[in-house]
């Protein structure tokens, strides 16, 4: 049973602001427990099942992926505020029939799988869409040695390196040359940026793989972004850790997805029948 919510959402966005005021009121109007929390802050603030049985974000894509780093099992709804609304379930305008259907128990849970970066001793946050590898020096290349499962599987140059979970696969990866991946199935992408080997395609490897990223001397130092922020600086020869985190991120669904359908949105891919 949902009873408590706490609502997040776009920052310095008056239709963000807006919205979120607006739904709160609804939810507090239903006897439901409402709480503003900005889970885009610094702050060390975790929600978790003790905290709230629901978290709803106003906002993209960008909001949900920066909130979810900050919750540990609690569904969340998307409401969509902005360009890019791929990962989310409802408009503003749908927000409220939907979340009738959510309050009366019609909702099922879809489980992502995220990934877990590591570089030395830190452990960041998982990641929803990639770890991107790239040059700290614009217009300078870096010498890439992928390996997996211990084994080397690339070694050459590029101006970087994408490493996408499935839902990641319609972001930056596609961006990049990748391939549409059907939810339906769970593996990672790799992608090359560029590289200097015109041959070279994206691989696609099993979701339990664990794959090692060193960049070589005789390439730049390199920048590690994960969901577009970046976040640690890469030395040479000190490996880089993608595998998949044990912690996949949990969204609330009313309807089934029409996964192809958001894809030729947002790519204009045709549809002739």
């Known amino acids: 049973m949902i009873s408590r919510v706490i609502i997040t959402s776009k920052p310095n966005s008056p239709e963000a602001e807006s919205v979120s005021s607006d739904i709160g009121a609804y939810l507090t109007s239903k006897g439901l427990t409402v709480r503003y929390f900005d889970l885009l802050s610094g702050g060390q603030l975790t929600v978790d099942k003790r905290e709230a049985d629901l978290v709803v974000v106003i906002g993209g894509d960008g909001t949900i992926m920066r909130t979810l780093r900050r919750v540990d099992g609690v569904p969340l709804l998307g409401i969509k505020v902005g360009a890019l609304g791929f990962l989310c379930e409802s408009t503003p305008e749908e927000a409220k029939p ?6 009366s128990g019609n909702y099922y849970l879809e489980f992502k799988t995220r990934l877990c970066p590591r570089y030395k001793e830190a452990r960041f946050y998982d990641v929803m869409n990639e770890a991107v590898i790239a040059s700290s020096r614009p217009s300078r290349i870096l010498s ?11 070694r050459g140059k590029a101006d970087g390196i994408i490493v996408s979970t499935t839902t990641g696969s319609t972001a930056y990866a596609l961006s990049a040359g990748g391939v549409i991946i059907d939810p339906a199935l769970d593996l990672m ?9 015109t041959g070279v395609r994206p691989f696609i490897v099993p979701i339990s793989s664990t794959l090692e990223i060193r960049l070589l001397r005789d390439g730049s130092q390199g920048i590690l972004v994960l969901d577009g922020d970046e976040v640690s600086p890469i030395e040479q020869e000190a490996p880089v850790i993608i595998e998949k985190s044990d912690k996949p991120a949990c969204l609330i669904r009313v309807k089934p997805p029409d996964f192809y359908r958001r894809v030729r949105e947002k790519t204009k891919i045709p549809l002739e029948v």
């Not at 890439?144 to 599987?153: A, H, Q, R």
């Not at 992408?189 to 080997?197: D, G, K, Q, T, Y």
């Open 98 to 103: 939907i979340l009738d259907k959510i309050l």
């Open 144 to 154: 890439i040695l992928l390996s997996k499962d211990g084994t080397p599987i690339y």
């Open 189 to 197: 992408e790799v992608v090359l940026i560029c590289p200097l080997s």
